[in-house]
């Protein structure tokens, strides 16, 4: 099988301009995602990233975190925590707020799923700001949990957020300028 | 490695009564997710069932969906099509209006995610009424794709979602009567 490399992989991303709102180059993962032989590059770029790394579970974010994280769960045979927007979740919770490259929302975890001092790798497929990361960071803290790492496939350089998710390493695979 | 039975990931799922809305037991998978071996049992399974069916996409319906269905996607080398919620997908899309077991929503799928007469596994959680897959494999029909099958961890026997999608083989591993 041929190897992909990063720049290839970042080829098959879709920028759409002003989505969800003016002046944001929305990039478009799901032209990746349907080509079958990309996303499965991608998704082993991903993990040759952590594979190495100490975590016993995975803490993905809705939506999209969910592509990646239960792959990476799957592979690294530990249990998946699903980070959902308020409300969503049955049992009793701790949450967070935080601020979005685009608005602020509320995100949730059950209480029970972390154990103390557990490693925990967040994954997502997109980092920006950092501010949902930072986010999934606190209710990982908040639990007492660890953050063991931040995995993510896309990083928009410009926007700095590796600056703010000094806890842990960051790791991801294709990154972005603001003007490309 | 030990194998898993069916029932024992079932006791790995747990009822929470009244939730989203009175009189619904809503079927949490968090607590199976978060067990790793469990987690990987669940998806082995699944995996297990459409392992030989013939498909070259998998479309995975937010957000659940997409936990079992991207690992589908990457087991089998196919590509991945994810089904939102309206507003979310920034290019051009084919949207269906369907009613859930409790209140309606809108699906949409990017235009270009699928081939004319591609086949198409769906792929999500659980199974309940049926309504949501429905409308999903209404949006593969709307592509002009081909619905290969429907996948789920878990089927709601009393709500027989099942005989709303005859249109194509329905697996699924985990199944809940009303009164458990």
Do not use: C, N
Request: a negative charge.
């Amino acid at each position: 099988m041929l190897e992909w490399t990063p720049q290839e992989l970042k080829r098959r991303i879709r920028t759409v301009p002003d989505f969800p709102v003016p002046g944001i180059r929305f990039r478009d993962i799901t032209t990746l995602l349907k080509d079958g032989p990309a996303f499965r590059a991608a998704v082993d770029l991903m993990w040759a990233q952590v594979a190495d790394l100490d975590f016993s579970k995975v803490l993905a974010i809705e939506a999209r975190g969910y592509i990646f994280g239960s792959i990476i769960a799957y592979r690294k045979g530990v249990g998946l925590i699903v980070v959902r927007k308020k409300g969503k979740l049955p049992a009793e919770t701790i949450s967070t707020t935080y601020s979005l490259e685009y608005g602020s929302a509320v995100l949730e975890v059950h209480q029970d799923g972390i154990a103390p001092g557990e490693p925990v790798l967040i994954v997502d497929d997109l980092l920006a700001t950092g501010g949902t990361a930072l986010a999934a960071a606190e209710l990982v803290q908040a639990a007492w949990g660890r953050v063991a790492g931040f995995l993510f496939l896309v990083e928009l350089d410009d926007l700095q957020g590796r600056r703010r998710l000094q806890i842990a390493p960051v790791f991801s695979i294709i990154h972005f300028r603001e003007d490309e």
